[in-house]
């Protein structure tokens, strides 16, 4: 199974930008996935999940800035991010709980490559 991301760049404070990660391979079914972000210097933090009934978490910093969804036909999330800060400046990786087999409950967890999301100001 492979998360591939895109939709990271260079945006001035204010923007927008809209991140996208599908999911490929060997796929039953999808759990949880999520957004998670590493700025320089720092650990890695949640930003946003969504279970495969649609239930959303949000960190507190991206509360009504950011929108989290998926199309789970396309074994696909997204990240919507609006009004954007320098401090949201690091890099964005997804996140999938991925369930392989239809005969086996086990669950996987798989990571992206991480997509740069510069914000300046």
């Known amino acids: 199974v492979q998360l591939q991301a895109s939709g990271g760049g260079l945006v001035q404070a204010g923007g927008s930008l809209r991140l996208s990660c599908a999911a490929s391979g060997s796929i039953f079914s999808i759990n949880d996935m999520g957004w998670y972000r590493q700025a320089p210097g720092k650990q890695r933090e949640l930003v946003a999940t969504?279970?495969?009934?649609?239930?959303?978490n949000y960190a507190d910093s991206v509360k009504g800035r950011f929108t989290i969804s998926r199309d789970n036909a396309k074994n696909t999330v997204y990240l919507q991010m609006n009004s954007l800060k320098p401090e949201d400046t690091a890099v964005y990786y997804c996140?999938?709980?991925?369930?392989?087999?239809?005969?086996?409950?086990?669950?996987?967890?798989?990571w992206g490559q991480g997509t740069l999301v510069t914000v300046s100001s």
């Open positions: 969504i279970t495969n009934h649609w239930s959303t």
């Open positions: 996140n999938a709980e991925v369930i392989r087999y239809y005969n086996s409950p086990r669950v996987y967890d798989y």
